[in-house]
């Protein structure tokens, strides 16, 4: 990555004091490119988080950088009182024209983030109190959302999390089966077959649109280092109007089990009840006051169905020739979309244990 971009010139498009010192790839995402970059300032090391957004993927950037000024904004005016608010709220430097973003000669558009320090992301869940500062800070971001001034946020995928249309996808991608590789997903796609009468229900329950977040998964919002608060939510390219239920859904896919996302020992891929339930604490004790009743009671669902519908995305993408997602081996998508697909059969073993705990909280 580092060596397709010359990330020094790039930084130095962006109104950052002192000379540059270095930069490293950073996180593990599977869309974008990011950065650690360091600048020496008066003597001292000052981190930033340079990132170069995936164009063929957001066709718009100047679209999603706009949705972000917008919501970082918002959201920096809310928490101005804070002690600590330049850690609750991504701050992002303007280029030297003053933009939010830079558009190099060779097409790609960059941002840069004040780095946020003595906290991190975690690819899995460690512990329940983990599992409950992230759906906290999941909610709090939506409530604070709810009140953004028109006009409405731009799409920047357009169908994002509409699951109808992701197993239209991925009907097509059997169909063309460009890769050759359907034969060797054969058991995956009779597992998505066998789920299809789950997809349209959340699109069919005439839920509310809200600003979501629509990429909460758990290493998408930092946890303070000494209190291991959820202080900020990160990874806004996805801001846009959605569901309340796509967020929590993405929750519960990628902070009840301790496996990774790509973990090939499936036996490791569980769901744990007692995360499940800190998620819904989490989540409840900061969006509770503005869910409607047919969102709470679409929880446990949305949990299934964003499970799902990341197993076939990453399935479609198998079967595609691995076009979306950045893949390290041969069948790195296809072990994704396994890991997703055992994880919804432990959700469905678990659906009415999950229900009786929300009756209990909700009475
Ligand atoms: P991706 O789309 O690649 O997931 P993210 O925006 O989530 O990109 O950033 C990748 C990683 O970089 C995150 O998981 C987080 O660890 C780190 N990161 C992102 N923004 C910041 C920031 N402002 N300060 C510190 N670390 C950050
Ligand atoms: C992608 O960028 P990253 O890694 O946070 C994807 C999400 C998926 C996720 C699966 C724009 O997110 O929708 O849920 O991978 N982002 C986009 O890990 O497609
Ligand atoms: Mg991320």
Redesign the pocket.
């Known amino acids: 990555m580092s060596k397709e971009h010359d990330v020094s010139a790039v930084a130095c498009q962006f109104q950052i004091d002192g000379e540059f010192a270095g930069a490293t790839t950073h996180g593990?995402?599977?869309?974008?490119d990011s950065f650690c970059v360091t600048f020496h300032q008066a003597g001292m090391p000052v981190r930033y988080i340079l990132q170069r957004i995936?164009h063929s993927?957001?066709k718009n950037p100047v679209a999603v950088m706009e949705n972000i000024q917008r919501v970082t904004s918002h959201l920096a005016a809310k928490v101005s009182g804070a002690p600590d608010r330049s850690r609750l709220v991504l701050t992002l430097i303007p280029a030297r024209d003053g933009r939010a973003w830079h558009a190099d000669a060779d097409g790609s558009y960059w941002r840069t983030y004040r780095f946020i320090e003595n906290a991190q992301t975690y690819d899995s869940v460690e512990s329940t109190e983990q599992a409950f500062q992230a759906a906290k800070a999941f909610g709090r971001f939506q409530k604070l959302l709810v009140d953004l001034p028109a006009p409405r946020l731009h799409d920047?995928?357009k169908d994002?999390h509409h699951t109808p249309k992701r197993f239209a996808a991925l009907e097509q991608a059997i169909a063309c089966d460009v890769a050759g590789r359907a034969i060797r997903a054969k058991t995956e796609i009779e597992f998505a077959f066998a789920h299809q009468s789950i997809t349209s229900i959340l699109i069919g329950a005439n839920l509310p649109e809200r600003i979501s977040h629509?990429?909460t998964?758990f290493?998408?919002v930092m946890l303070d280092d000494m209190t291991g608060e959820g202080i900020c939510v990160i990874?806004l390219?996805?801001v846009m109007p959605g569901l309340a239920l796509s967020d929590f859904g993405?929750m519960v896919?990628?902070a009840t089990s301790p496996a990774k996302?790509d973990e090939q020992d499936l036996t490791k891929v569980t769901m744990q009840f007692s995360m499940f339930e800190a998620l819904v604490r989490g989540y409840l004790a900061s969006a509770g006051d503005f869910l409607t009743k047919a969102e709470k009671q679409h929880l446990v669902f949305s949990g299934k169905l964003?499970t799902f519908e990341?197993g076939i995305?990453?399935l479609t993408d198998y079967l595609q020739g691995d076009a979306?997602?950045k893949v390290s081996r041969d069948e790195h998508n296809l072990d994704?979309c396994r890991t997703q697909f055992k994880l919804l059969e432990c959700i469905e073993q678990e659906e009415e244990r999950m229900h009786r705990l929300m009756r209990a909280i909700e009475q």
């Open positions: 593990s995402g599977h869309i974008n995936n993927i957001f920047t995928i994002f629509n990429d998964k290493n998408n990874d390219d996805t993405d896919r990628t996302e964003m990341q995305r990453f979306y997602y994704r």
